[in-house]
């Protein structure tokens, strides 16, 4: 049972470092989308450029939300 219960921590490990990295690829993604929007917006003055660059926006916000969630209540973290 200790055996496993040390296998299982391991694995609870590992699988939250690649969910972390996994996570932090979609935001840094997430956030080169917002910054080309914003840029393009800023270049034309379009309308959808403009509307394109606040949903992605708030989507990095919520992102940023929840990072900051997770750093104040680590049992809302993977396999806690």
């Not at 590992?14 to 080169?32: G, L, R, S, Y």
């Not at 949903?55 to 990095?60: K, N, P, T």
């Amino acid at each position: 049972l200790v055996h496993s219960n040390v296998r299982r921590a391991k694995y609870n490990i590992k699988f939250n470092h690649t969910i972390q990295k996994v996570m932090e690829k979609a935001f840094v993604e997430k956030v080169i989308q917002m910054r080309n929007a914003q840029k393009a917006f800023f270049e034309s003055k379009s309308p959808s450029f403009l509307s394109e660059a606040k949903r992605l926006e708030r989507e990095v916000d919520k992102m940023i939300e929840r990072i900051v969630d997770e750093e104040n209540n680590p049992s809302l973290d993977f396999g806690g």
